[in-house]
């Protein structure tokens, strides 16, 4: 099946840029999402973007996906300190909309 | 966005014991709706998935009849853990697919058994 790994864990100070890695396996048309947990609590969608893309840009957030390499990154500008919370990386296909498959998670620590 | 509800969002049961979770879509209609599981610091995983009107779609490993799942109208399916044992405990998630496609998270519920 799909595979989807991350990177495990990110430490970075307050004010400084994060970027979070993904790489993904699956070759179709793709959506690929970043979302966001907090601790006990579900999922918050961040922002996604389709494989046909290169860049995409919503305040804060920056995805950028090398299709070629099946890379995806997610930068978050001027993070702060309600950025900690761990990150997920997930893709879902056309012929399974809404169905995903998750990467490990990425947890994102914001030191003051 | 969309919302889903579910509910509960924490629930103890003891060991043997059956636990309802419910999951409702409140502004839309989901003829599909997904079943994750997340044990602690680890990432989720794919249960089921949950057909309005006919019988769920289960992952490879996961015991149709220890997590029951009922989609009986378009804006509500339940997931019943039954004969439920320790090592059932764990954070249970579900989405629900709306009809362009996207799917929305509800917040989760955390089982613990004792």
């Known amino acids: 099946g799909e595979d989807v790994e991350q990177s495990l864990f990110l430490s970075v100070r307050e004010g400084d840029s994060s970027v979070i890695n993904c790489t993904y396996t699956?070759?179709?048309?793709?959506?690929l999402y970043w979302y966001k947990q907090e601790p006990g609590a579900g999922l918050q969608l961040l922002t996604y973007i389709f494989s046909n893309m290169d860049m995409k840009q919503d305040q804060r957030l920056t995805v950028l996906l090398n299709k070629k390499d099946k890379h995806l990154s997610l930068r978050i500008a001027d993070t702060q300190t309600g950025d900690s919370a761990i990150y997920f990386c997930?893709?879902?296909?056309?012929?399974?909309?809404?169905?995903?498959?998750f990467g490990a998670g990425t947890q994102v620590v914001v030191t003051p | 966005g969309a919302v889903v509800s579910q509910h509960p969002s924490r629930v103890i049961c003891k060991s043997g014991t059956s636990v309802k979770i419910e999951c409702r879509s409140l502004?839309?209609?989901?003829?599909?709706m997904f079943w994750y599981r997340q044990f602690p610091k680890q990432s989720l995983m794919l249960m089921a998935t949950s057909n309005e009107g006919s019988k769920a779609t289960y992952e490879q490993g996961v015991e149709k009849d220890k997590f029951l799942i009922n989609h009986a109208s378009l804006t509500l399916s339940t997931l019943t853990v039954t004969s439920a044992h320790p090592e059932d405990s764990s954070f249970y998630i579900c989405s629900a697919r709306e009809g362009t496609g996207n799917a929305f998270f509800g917040q989760g519920t955390r089982l613990t058994v004792v």
């Open positions: 502004d839309f209609q989901a003829t599909t």
């Open positions: 699956d070759s179709s048309s793709t959506y």
């Open positions: 997930a893709e879902s296909t056309p012929d399974s909309w809404g169905k995903f498959q």
